[in-house]
Nanobody
Framework: QVQLVESGGGLVQTGGSLRLSCAASGRTFSSNAMGWFRQAPGKEREFVGRISWNGAITNYADSVKGRFTISRDNAKNMVFLQMNSLKPEDTAVYYC?????????????????????WGQGTQVTVSS
C-alpha cells in the first residue's frame, strides 16, 4: 500500500520557519515529480511548489517564491518543504503529493489532477 506521510507542521510566529517532511512508503518515487499543496480554512486547495524527479527543476506559487524551498532525498524516498519568513496567510493544512507518471509527469505541475498519491496533510499555523 502506497502511503505519503507528512510531518513537521505546528504553530509558529510570523517571520518564523518550519520544515515539512514527506515520507513515502509502499513504492519508490525516485523517478516521479513530487508536489506540495495547501488548503486554508474555507478555501480551495492550492499549489505551493513542485520538484522534478531528479531535483533539477523546482516550481513555486508566486505567493511563496523566495520564501519556500523544496528538496528531495531519493535515497530515503523523502521530500521536504523548507518554509521561511512565514506569514499568517500561510496558515493551512499542507499536503504532499506524488505524480504517478514517471520523469516529466502526466500533466501540468500546478494542477491537483496531475498527482495520483496524496498524504493526509499536516497543519501549519502562523500567528500574528
Amino acid at each position: 500500500q502506497v502511503q505519503l506521510v507528512e510531518s513537521g507542521g505546528g504553530l509558529v510566529q510570523t517571520g518564523g520557519s518550519l520544515r515539512l517532511s514527506c515520507a513515502a512508503s509502499g513504492r519508490t518515487f525516485s523517478s516521479n515529480a513530487m508536489g506540495w499543496f495547501r488548503q486554508a480554512p474555507g478555501k480551495e486547495r492550492e499549489f505551493v511548489g513542485r520538484i522534478s524527479w531528479n531535483g533539477a527543476i523546482t516550481n513555486y506559487a508566486d505567493s511563496v517564491k523566495g520564501r519556500f524551498t523544496i528538496s528531495r532525498d531519493n535515497a530515503k524516498n523523502m521530500v521536504f518543504l523548507q518554509m521561511n519568513s512565514l506569514k499568517p496567510e500561510d496558515t493551512a493544512v499542507y499536503y504532499c503529493a506524488a505524480d504517478g507518471t514517471p520523469y516529466y509527469g502526466g500533466g501540468s505541475y500546478y494542477r491537483e489532477g496531475t498527482y495520483d498519491y496524496w498524504g493526509q496533510g499536516t497543519q501549519v499555523t502562523v500567528s500574528s
